[in-house]
């Protein structure tokens, strides 16, 4: 299954004032590299979203609707820091300018 493109296309508008901004397909759908790192990957079925943001605020971020820690099949941990969002809690903008807002704030300390 491809990825979804209409939420590809809103996330290419959100990011498109990034100067580093790259596309990369990865995980089964294609993401969005800033600095060369991963900002959020955009990927199929009701798992819109992977969303790379600060692991210490992990815990905050997972009291949001539709969210998740994601995981690498059954049971193994992305390790902290690594969020799946599900479709419907993106059908705002706001809702989607939040988590890339989130994903870029840790992007600009991040490594690698």
Known sequence: MAYDELLADRVRDILSDQESL???????????????????????????????????????YLERDGTDHAVMGQGRSMGAGWITVDANALTGETALEFWIAAALEHNTTAAG
């Open 22 to 60: 790259r596309e990369q397909k990865m995980f089964g759908g294609l993401a969005f590299m800033v600095r060369d790192k991963m900002v959020v990957c955009v990927g199929t079925g009701n798992r819109a979203l992977l969303v790379r943001v600060d692991g210490v605020r992990e815990p905050e």
